[in-house]
């Protein structure tokens, strides 16, 4: 540990000029362990008329935007309000209900529709997968090259960590392919990173599951989902199977977009770190902390901005604080931000549309080889 600090000491030097040592760390962490502590306290019957109003609404949009794509018969202006509206209604099933409930953060209600163990969501990857890799994979190991999968996905080259491969030079068109079928990467994320159907596992994996499950489970979801959107509904519409067809389709595609952009705003742009596993090795909380924050970054906007993406748009409080309820974090970053100041932490938050040129900037940047491919390292992009 004594070794680790006195690498961190050294880049904090450079880039903050000032040392935080091994107290300050652990102070760092007792303050952020008080902020959660505080909002927890809090926690109770508002959060669960919070999640149970989103709920609502996420229901009543989509059966408005089912009945707006059947009467797209008489004018394609209620076909695309229909598009929209089950659009909006899949973002928050996804987003500000089905990724908050999978990290438990209602599980305190006792209530079977917002159990984490029990929940299941409008999406092609099984619920149970998504835990594995999102909550237990990459909360824990967060931006650590080589155990964080979800660190370009194994698709995309985003830091001079990665060694360069002539694919990368069109990996841009990699990326918005990912972005245009997102929930279907997304289910695919852990059979990949088994080298289920090709290649063999990569030394030192660990599965957490068996791979007959992983497969089981993977075409289960995904059948449902197609059947679902592109066989019953359209069915159920009768002369307007095709209309409905091409409804649910686009109404995927686009909620696939967004997501795929939120989240691809709060883990790459420019600012953000990445770290060694051995800088990583044996880390107290208040590293785990530290790397978190330096990890993240955040999207500012209007409420309803911050409940389509989720509460994502606090990506940092996220990382923190995955346990509790997603539309605290709002309040809650206001208290991160002045202690990442008071100990020198850059905290990374912009708008939309300047976070996501960067994040495009970093995917256009990485498809050359620079950084330790030419020798040099990569500019812009910080690392420890």
Known sequence: MAEL??????ELNKKFGKKLNEEQLEQLAIDLDGVKANA??????FDERYIKKIVRLQRSLEIAGRICLVLGFMSLYFWGVGVLLLSASKILDNMEIGHNVLHGQYDWMNDPTFNSQTFEWDNACSSESWKRVHNYEHHTYTNIVGKDRDFGYGLLRL??????????L???GTYLVLSTLFQWGIAF???????????????GRESHVDIAQLKKAFYSKSTRQILKDYVIFPLLAGPFFVMVLLGNLAANLLRNFWTSTIIFCGHFPTEVYTFTEKECEDESRGHWYYRQILGSANLTGPK??????????????????????????????KEVQVIAAKYGIAYNTGSFFSQYASVVQRVIYFSFPVGKVTGKKAALYPRF
């Open 40 to 45: 927890m306290e809090q926690v109770g019957s």
């Open 304 to 333: 309803w901005f911050h409940i389509l993406t989720g509460h994502l748009s606090c990506q940092v409080e996220h990382h923190l604080f995955p346990e509790v309820p997603a539309h605290r974090y709002v309040a809650m970053s």
């Open 189 to 203: 994320h852990e059979m990949a990173g088994e080298r289920v159907f090709f290649g063999k596992k990569k030394a």
């Open 5 to 10: 600090n006195k690498e961190l000491n050294k």
């Open 159 to 168: 830091s001079d960590d990665f060694s360069w491969r002539l694919r990368n």
């Open 170 to 172: 069109w990996q841009f």
